[in-house]
């Protein structure tokens, strides 16, 4: 078992400083808590606001974002999940004709997840498959790369970033490469409560792991952030939850509760994978 610890908060928009003590500070808490790691909400160290990111930010400065985060989890002895900008690799881009066509390279950007051991070493990275909302298209460029699979702190572990969890396809990816434990930043607006309230019990629910959804709180930019954050068992049971303002919720998530629950209802093992392709026509 290791205990988990996600940080829901109100970030600043490109003041990577005042992002990164709001990080430090529920890192220390955390770590003096006993927990293994800290979960922090999509594109948090930045702020959330996809087109001031794409004009504002200077890249030069991720390297070194980068370099203090890793610095927090070392000094305070724990695991962290952060989100940034990265740069993608070459890609093509849809147009509204449906052709594809090369992505400028100053335009070439995901929306990435990491994460680093106690020791800051990162041991694991994610971009974002599902873009959401205009915003998000017009700043980012969406992945391609399937969730991979890390062993950390004994539990076998993956990330998907906000939209990617609300399709089945994604989360069932994960746990088909052997994923006990998702680790979700996100940045979801209120409004659409059932997200994580409904959505997220239900995915942790079908496949059978846990689910640890980080949300941001307030207002940023333009949006208004939901709050709500959440940590669901395999079974679908909410081991903890946020209301509307900053938090940091503590939940146990291990594997015996997994292997419990595909063991009792062999949903994974029983999936008929050819035959829902006919489905598909």
Not at 142 to 147: F, M, S
Not at 208 to 219: R, S
Request: hydrophobic letters at 45%.
């Amino acid at each position: 078992m290791m205990l988990l610890s996600v940080l829901q908060a109100n970030a600043s928009v490109l003041d990577a400083d005042a992002n990164l003590r709001i990080i430090d500070d529920a890192a220390r808490r955390a770590s003096q808590a006993g927990a293994g790691l800290l979960l922090t909400p999509e594109l948090f160290p930045v702020g959330y606001a996809p087109l001031r990111l794409h004009a504002e930010l200077d890249p030069a400065s991720l390297p070194g974002i980068k370099e203090r985060l890793a610095d927090i989890a070392r000094r305070h002895r724990i695991g962290l999940v952060y989100s940034l900008p990265a740069p993608a690799e070459a890609s093509v881009q849809s147009t509204h004709d449906d052709v594809a066509e090369p992505t400028p390279a100053e335009d070439r950007w995901n929306i990435s997840a990491t994460l680093v051991d106690a020791h800051g070493a990162e041991v694991l990275n994610y971009a974002k498959v599902h873009l959401f909302g205009g915003e998000e298209h017009k700043a980012f460029v969406a992945a391609q790369e399937p969730p991979a699979v890390v062993d950390f702190n004994g539990i076998r572990t993956s990330m998907l970033i906000c939209y990617d969890v609300e399709f089945p396809e994604a989360v069932r990816a994960a746990a088909s490469r052997g994923a006990e434990l998702l680790l979700v930043p996100t940045a979801l607006s209120a409004g659409f409560e059932n997200v994580p309230q409904v959505l997220i019990r239900a995915r942790a629910l079908e496949s059978q792991l846990n689910v640890a959804y980080a949300n941001h709180c307030g207002h940023e930019d333009i949006y208004n952030f939901l709050g709500g954050s959440v940590v669901a068992g395999p079974d679908g049971s909410l081991l903890a939850a946020a209301g509307e303002g900053p938090a940091l919720l503590f939940a146990e998530v291990g594997t015996e509760t997994v292997n419990s629950a595909r063991n009792e209802v062999p949903y994974l093992r029983e999936r008929r994978p050819e035959l829902y392709k006919e489905w598909e026509g």
